[in-house]
């Protein structure tokens, strides 16, 4: 019954874009479970500290049909895995950059009882396929910036709430400025903006204006308590 339900769960996610190939539900039983916080393999310092190959990004010219998520150091390093097993973790990468990605498998560890995080990813890159459980950005929406010629990606995290792992609004903005052919200008780091709302819409949270007397754009975040002002002129940007 459980599985069947999952099952259901999962297409229903499918139709919403919220999941991409195949999602992986181990069996959990709460007696058998282990106590504690689970700790972020990615960023654990015993891989880091290892001596591994640095990955090139992929980030020249967007590619939202065939990567359509990235992964984002957001200035440290990311280490990736050949595989998920937690007993056995087999190192074989560093990510340093900004990159786009896909997502092909989402396995969910329930070893432990902080449900929200023990999550991993199976991801494309180049071609090639990785292990990670860091978290993925997810979401993203595009607005044309007509009079530039222009195009602007605004890219967040799905978070997720309730012990449902990236089911809720999306945190940790940043964007990705590109000509129309979607050839990379410019990006942002992650904001220092909290949108905070899981009922808000898009167009309660993003305000793009044209500013004709500086010939620039004002792209407006809008959170619950928060909101953030990026200023971009075709080739540079100020966040206010």
């Not at 222009?150 to 999306?170: F, M, R, S």
């Amino acid at each position: 019954m459980k599985n069947s339900i999952l099952t259901i769960l999962f297409s229903f996610l499918l139709t919403l874009g919220l999941a991409q190939t195949e999602v992986y539900y181990p069996e959990f039983n709460y007696d058998n479970s282990k106590d504690g916080t689970y700790e972020n393999k990615s960023f654990s310092k015993e891989f880091l500290d290892k001596e591994l190959p640095i990955i090139k990004p992929n980030l020249e010219t967007l590619n939202p049909k065939k990567y359509p998520n990235f992964l984002n150091p957001n200035n440290r390093e990311i280490v990736l895995f050949e595989n998920h097993n937690l007993n056995s973790l087999k190192p074989v990468a560093k990510l340093n950059s900004l990159t786009q990605v896909y997502i092909d498998s989402i396995i969910y560890k329930y070893k432990f009882k902080d449900l929200t995080n023990c999550v991993w990813n199976r991801i494309l890159i180049k071609e090639k396929y990785y292990y990670t459980d860091a978290d993925i950005h997810d979401f993203s929406l595009t607005k044309k910036l007509n009079k530039l010629n222009q195009k602007v990606e605004i890219i967040g995290q799905n978070e997720g709430y309730d012990g449902a792992y990236h089911l809720g609004y999306p945190e940790h903005f940043f964007m990705i400025f590109t000509d129309i052919e979607n050839k990379v200008i410019n990006k942002t780091d992650v904001l220092k903006f909290y949108l905070n709302d899981e009922f808000a819409m898009e167009e309660d949270i993003l305000k793009v204006d044209w500013n004709e007397k500086n010939k620039t754009y004002e792209i407006n975040l809008i959170g619950a308590d928060d909101k953030i002002k990026v200023i971009w002129n075709g080739k540079t940007f100020e966040i206010k």
